[in-house]
């Protein structure tokens, strides 16, 4: 069983930087895309970031947060991170992770990912 948890949340002011990080359980965390969603009080679900299982490898981000925020990870840790910098009242939402299906799919989509943490809290102040 892969259990994944997040922390890195906060309350910050519009303008400042938070780190979100999720560690992963298991010895397989470096064969898998992994990704970060968020999900506001009242809306869907909405794609961040993904990074494919390589630590040098492709990354994508969601259209809102391109230039701001930065995925990465670090197989030896069983980490996965999110640096997100500039934030923006918007970008108030539960963060979570989660890792990408065995065969794949789009890295945009929530339904290519299995297995998904408990979530972290960012809010951003005006």
């Known amino acids: 069983q892969v259990q994944l948890v997040e922390s890195g949340g906060g309350l910050v002011q519009a303008g400042g930087s938070l780190r979100l990080s999720c560690i992963a359980s298991g010895r397989t965390f470096s064969s898998y895309g992994m990704g970060w969603f968020r999900q506001a009080p009242g809306k869907e679900r909405e794609f961040v970031a993904a990074i494919s299982w390589r630590s040098d490898s492709n990354t994508y981000y969601g259209d809102t947060v391109q230039g701001r925020f930065t995925i990465s990870r670090d197989n030896a840790k069983n980490t996965l991170y999110l640096q997100m910098n500039s934030l923006k009242p918007e970008d108030t939402a539960v963060y979570y992770c989660?890792?990408?299906?065995?065969?794949?799919?789009?890295?945009?989509?929530?339904?290519?990912?299995?297995?998904w943490g408990q979530g972290t809290q960012v809010t951003v102040s005006s």
């Open positions: 989660a890792r990408r299906r065995d065969y794949g799919g789009p890295y945009l989509s929530d339904s290519s990912y299995d297995y």
